[in-house]
């Protein structure tokens, strides 16, 4: 169960890390379109869980690899953004959000229920 500072301190955290993602986007054009779907904290506010969403999908795993390489640098960018609204940053580690994956595959499933004569 979430608290209310947990929220506050995700949705927070959610916000700065996407504009550090925006900027770095902008530094290395060529590469994919990354965005930060949510963030989830450990009790203990010393995790956060950073879901990304990649655009194009074929991209996702070199952009997630890069995003744990450049780990360091990600962190240190948005603890300066929040260093006035937090004592301490917690530890970030980045995931792939599968959630429009998951969405794609109840869609084909409906659709294959409905229309079930269809080629595929």
């Known amino acids: 169960m979430t608290t209310g500072r947990q929220n506050q301190i995700a949705s927070l955290l959610q916000r700065e890390s996407a504009e550090v993602f925006r900027a770095l986007n902008a ?3 060529a590469g994919a379109l990354i965005t930060v ?14 879901y990304l969403s ?9 952009a997630l690899d890069e995003a744990g390489h450049l780990r360091p ?3 240190h960018r948005v603890s300066q ?3 006035s609204r937090l004592r ?5 580690s980045f995931h792939l959000d599968d ?3 998951y969405i794609e595959a109840i869609d084909r499933a409906l659709e294959e229920k409905k229309n079930p ?3 595929r």
């Open 37 to 50: 779907t949510r963030v989830r904290l450990a009790p203990q506010l010393s995790h956060a869980r950073v």
């Open 81 to 83: 953004r929040v260093k």
């Open 54 to 62: 990649v655009f194009p999908h074929a991209h996702a795993r070199a």
């Open 88 to 92: 301490k940053m917690p530890d970030l």
């Open 27 to 29: 530094e290395n054009p």
């Open 117 to 119: 004569l269809k080629q």
């Open 73 to 75: 640098q990600i962190k």
């Open 99 to 101: 959630a429009l994956d």
